[in-house]
């Protein structure tokens, strides 16, 4: 016989619920958040498990990675998609979302995630990751750079004398120094908020 398991799992401790295929409750048990500890009641030979399902989370990744290299067919499930089915439980448990979990394994009434496994988050971190980190910082600073309120204007009459926009306010320091020394009436009506005489 066919069995289905329902993980809900908290920080301390995970709700563990074995059902068969009939949807009869054959275990329901209360163990540690560790792979260790749920490998410990979901190794056990009488088991016949079909599925095992968790709800994303904090924890879902490190427990999947955990379980998945043990041999067995765990599957991590959309959150959103747990919660809309639990609504329909009257009591609000660990107990019982881990049976409804373990239903909605039995019944295929799911959307699974896809998980990366810590092993390939490592390498993306440690190799391509770095690059890839710094083109979104650098892209991050230049929208900012961009964006700010003194650098919104300065942006606009850059583009006309060509005056770089450095990181942070340099270039609109440089650009009210030029207005200054020129007398720059764009500039001028641009900082003021007036439509300067060429849009006019």
Request: glycine fraction near 8%; hydrophobic fraction near 35%.
């Amino acid at each position: 016989m066919k069995h289905f398991i329902g993980l809900d799992v908290a920080v301390k401790e995970t709700a563990v619920c074995i059902i068969d295929e009939t949807g009869r409750i054959c275990r329901e048990v209360k163990v540690v958040s560790h792979c260790d500890d749920l490998l410990a009641v979901l190794k056990d030979p009488a088991l016949n498990i079909e599925r095992v399902g968790l709800e994303a989370g904090p924890l879902s990744q490190w427990l999947f990675e955990g379980l998945a290299c043990a041999g067995l067919p765990v599957i991590c499930i959309e959150t959103r998609h747990v919660k809309a089915f639990l609504k329909a439980q009257p009591n609000k448990t660990d107990r019982n979302d881990a049976r409804g979990i373990a239903q909605m394994m039995r019944v295929n009434l799911f959307r699974p995630v896809h998980v990366k496994t810590l092993t390939s988050q490592n390498v993306v971190a440690q190799g391509l990751g770095d690059e890839r980190r710094q083109a979104a910082r650098d892209a991050q600073s230049n929208c900012r750079a961009r964006t700010s309120p003194g650098n919104r204007h300065a942006s606009h009459v850059a583009g006309r004398h060509r005056v770089p926009l450095d990181a942070g306010n340099h270039g609109v320091s440089h650009l009210i120094q030029k207005a200054g020394k020129e007398g720059d009436r764009e500039f001028r009506s641009l900082a003021d908020g007036r439509p300067s005489q060429d849009d006019e």
